[in-house]
């Protein structure tokens, strides 16, 4: 099982999608390395690339929201927060390397993808509706 983005994952075809296809991608190898021979550290040190990316992204993804007046853009900052202390979580919780793994994937579909469906397509419908806006205007 891999991690796909879809269009339904679409938000603005542009710097936040190119940063989630990536994300999703970093994911995915972190799955590759589910292999007969696991290495904990290994697999720690790959979760711990994708906690660093989610957390540059986030920060991009909240410039960009700013830079477009988004009102939703507190809450939605505490759902980053809340995200990246789960992957925390994530990472000190798990005792042994099933269940990092199973808590890994359980991370990634539950709170990061549900995120792009759900939270961030929220600034989709936003930004399709305040150029619709503008354009009316001009
Ligand atoms: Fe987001």
Not at 43 to 67: C, T
Request: one cysteine or more; glycine letters at 2%.
């Amino acid at each position: 099982m891999t991690f796909e983005w879809t269009k339904k994952m679409q938000i603005d075809k542009g710097q936040i999608d190119t940063d989630h296809k990536e994300l999703l991608s970093i994911a995915n190898r972190v799955l590759k390395l589910n292999r007969p021979k696991r290495d904990a550290e290994e697999l720690k040190h790959a979760i711990r690339e994708l906690y660093d990316y989610v957390q540059d992204h986030f920060s991009r993804e909240e410039a960009l929201m700013q830079q477009w007046e988004y009102p939703e853009l507190d809450a939605h900052h505490q759902k980053h927060d809340l995200i990246i202390r789960e992957m925390n979580h994530c990472l000190t919780s798990s005792h042994h390397m099933g269940e990092l793994l199973n808590n890994f994937r359980t991370l990634v579909n539950d709170w990061v993808i549900i995120h792009i469906l759900e939270e961030d397509n929220k600034i989709r419908v936003f930004r399709e509706s305040t150029v619709k806006a503008r354009t009316k205007k001009d």
